[in-house]
Structures are given as structure tokens and as C-alpha cells.
């Protein structure tokens, strides 16, 4: 519970426990309910020690002996309270009350054990009041500790999962150069900057989003240096609606399904390229990606790049904010990804 929803809750039960007390003094007398009675100082006194216990209680008897072994030491921390209590009333309501006001609460006659009892039972009253506000307490830090501690092992989870990508797309950059500094290609320069830019991309993109647009910039570049060390034009055909460029997603999401169909696809086909297609439909945006498979590899389809994006997303998202699924049907693999817009 946060302090400003523990001061309204105190605030609100005192109120009403004040107003109750007065309630029910004047309903015992038999007489009308004045508010000025509410201002009489045994009313006060009786308001002042029932805060007094109950935030003590509260916080320092249950705060600093609730969990500590051996239990004793509750039970002495509750017992000194009580008796703590009981001394604090005693000088209040019976030595300063008669030499100020002219009266205390309890008939001189009274005895002291009878003091004692009685004042024991109201002392318990105000601590398990205390203790009743602690438990709350307690229960509303335990679920904001277990929130942050889940938020924490997920975000973790998810700088695992996005070091676990940044050296799958190394190792393909670099095999792709390699192919070109080894074939003297004149290109590779060119290749080198350009792996340059994508690599600062993927190190340094520390934003929790960014624009369809800014990642298309990458998978963009990723083609790029495909195709130079490929003696064929790629066949790939991407199409972004206006609306869907300027969408924001989180990075490193469309980039998975890009190198996977580099991967475990076949780009020679024009009859059958690359396709890419996102729009945004109803407050949503869809991503539908299709490849030809390449059959001529035993892995055709989806890979560890796709697990880890599904991975991914289900971190980020709550259950049915996305739709992620890939099917193949004959030669051709489908992926499509549905995000919120």
C-alpha cells in the first residue's frame, strides 16, 4: 500500500471511529447528540492514545518484531506496548486530568487490577487494529515486491533473448563479407559500412520503441548486403502502408522474421519471391510474411529466431494484446504478426 493510500485509509477509519465513539457515549447517556461533545477532553484523550497505540503498533511493533525469530520477542515487544498503554493513560486521564480539569475517567475507588484488566482489553483492541492495518500493509508491499521482482526476471529474460540475436545476425553479416573480401569483390567496403550502421542498431537501440519505419531501415540494409553476395537478383517485394510505417513497435521484432526467410528460404524464384506486406486494420498492425521454401535445406521453416521472438513477444505483451503464428503450405511459409497500433 502506498503511503498516500495508508494516510486516506487511517484518515478514514479514525474519522469514522471518532464520530462512533462520541455516537455511541451519548446514546449510552440516554441524551441528544451535541457535536461539541465530540471536543471533551476524556473524548480526546480516548481518540489520542487509540491513534497513538494503533500507529505504533503498526509501525514499529509489527514492522520490527513480526518476522523475528524467536517469537518471544513479539510477545515482549506487545506486553511492553500494553504496559506502555497502560502507564501513558493512567497519567493522562487520572494525574494531569484531576489536578487540570477537576476529574478523571475512572472512579477513585477502582482498584488496580480492575485498572489493569480493563485497560489490557482496551490496549489489545487498539494493537490488533495495528496489526489488522499492518496485514494490509504487508500484503499490498508483497504484491508490489513480487511485481517489480517479475519485472525485473522479465526484463532480464528479454536482454538474454535480444543478446541471443545480436550474434545470429553477426555471424550472417560477417559470412556475407567474408564471401566478398574473399572474391576481391569491390563492394565490400561498402558492406563493411553498411554492417557498420546495422550493427549500431542492434547494440545501441536502447528506446522502447520505434517506428515500423526505423526497422524497415535494417531489414532494408539486411537485403542489401544479401544481395552482394549473391550472383542473382533477389526476388522480394515489400509493401508498408503510410499508417503502418509510423506505427511504433518494439525494436528487434520485424528483424526475426526478415533473416529467418533468409535463412531457410529461396529468393532466386520471381514467381514465388519474398513478400511483406503491413497495414494497419482496426487499431492493429498486421505484418504477413511469405517465402519460398528452399528445399534443398533439411531445416526449412521456422527457427530458433521465430521461438525467440515468440518468446519475446509474450514478455512484452499481455495474453491476446498479439497473434503471432507461421504455417507452411507446400513450397511457401507464412508468418504473420498481429501487434497492437
Same mark, same amino acid.
Given at each position: 500500500?502506498?503511503?498516500?493510500? #495508508? ?19 451519548? #446514546? &449510552?447517556?440516554? =441524551? ?29 511493533? !509489527? ?10 520477542? #513479539? ?8 504496559? !506502555? ?7 493522562? +486521564?487520572?494525574?494531569? !486530568? ?8 475512572? &472512579? ?24 489488522? !492495518?499492518?496485514?494490509?500493509? +504487508? ?21 538474454? $533473448? ?12 560477417? &559470412? ?38 526505423? /526497422?524497415? %531501415? ?7 548486403? +544479401? ?10 517485394? =515489400? ?21 529467418? *526467410? ?25 505484418? %504477413? ?8 535445406? *533439411? ?16 514478455? #512484452? ?9 507461421? %504455417?507452411?503450405? /507446400? ?5 504473420? $504478426?498481429?501487434?497492437?497500433?
Amino acid at each position: 500500500m502506498t503511503k498516500k493510500g #495508508l494516510l486516506i485509509a487511517y484518515t478514514f477509519f479514525f474519522f469514522m471511529y471518532f464520530i462512533g465513539f462520541g455516537l455511541m457515549g451519548n #446514546l &449510552n447517556a440516554g =441524551i441528544p447528540f451535541p457535536w461539541k461533545s465530540l471536543l471533551e477532553p476524556l473524548t480526546l484523550s480516548h481518540f489520542f492514545y487509540t491513534v497513538l497505540v494503533t500507529l505504533l503498533a503498526h509501525f514499529v511493533l !509489527f514492522r520490527q518484531f513480526y518476522y523475528r525469530r524467536p517469537r518471544w520477542q #513479539l510477545l515482549a515487544a506487545v506486553a511492553g506496548l500494553l504496559i !506502555f498503554f497502560i502507564l501513558f493513560r493512567y497519567l493522562l +486521564e487520572e494525574l494531569i !486530568f484531576p489536578a487540570t480539569i477537576g476529574y478523571g475517567n475512572y &472512579n477513585p475507588k477502582t482498584s488496580f487490577r480492575y485498572y489493569v484488566v480493563d485497560n489490557i482489553y482496551f490496549g489489545s483492541i487498539n494493537i490488533l487494529i495495528g496489526f489488522v !492495518f499492518f496485514l494490509f500493509d +504487508e500484503m499490498f508491499r508483497n504484491r508490489k515486491k513480487q511485481s517489480e521482482l517479475e519485472e525485473q526476471n522479465k526484463q532480464a529474460e528479454l536482454n538474454f $533473448l535480444q543478446a541471443q540475436m545480436n550474434p545470429h545476425f553477426l555471424f550472417n553479416s560477417l &559470412n556475407n563479407i567474408y564471401s566478398l573480401a574473399y572474391e576481391q569483390n569491390p563492394q565490400t567496403a561498402a558492406a563493411v559500412l553498411k554492417l557498420s550502421d546495422m550493427m549500431r542498431y542492434v547494440t545501441y537501440q536502447k528506446k522502447d520503441k520505434v517506428s515500423l519505419e526505423k /526497422e524497415m %531501415e535494417y531489414v532494408n540494409s539486411l537485403l542489401d548486403l +544479401e544481395q552482394l553476395r549473391r550472383d542473382y537478383k533477389l526476388a522480394a517485394r =515489400i509493401s508498408i502502408s503510410a499508417a503502418a510505417a509510423q506505427t511504433l513497435i518494439t525494436p528487434l521484432t520485424v528483424i526475426p522474421l526478415v533473416e529467418n *526467410a533468409l535463412k531457410h528460404g529461396d529468393f532466386s524464384d520471381p514467381d514465388h519471391p519474398f513478400c511483406m506486406e503491413a497495414s494497419v486494420n482496426n487499431h492493429q498492425l498486421c505484418i %504477413e510474411v511469405t517465402n519460398k521454401l528452399n528445399t534443398a535445406k *533439411a531445416d526449412s521453416g521456422g527457427g530458433v529466431g521465430l521461438k525467440n521472438l515468440q518468446r519475446r513477444l509474450e514478455l #512484452l505483451y499481455k495474453p491476446g494484446e498479439f497473434r503471432f503464428g507461421t %504455417e507452411k503450405k /507446400e513450397i511457401v511459409f507464412y508468418a504473420t $504478426l498481429i501487434l497492437p497500433a
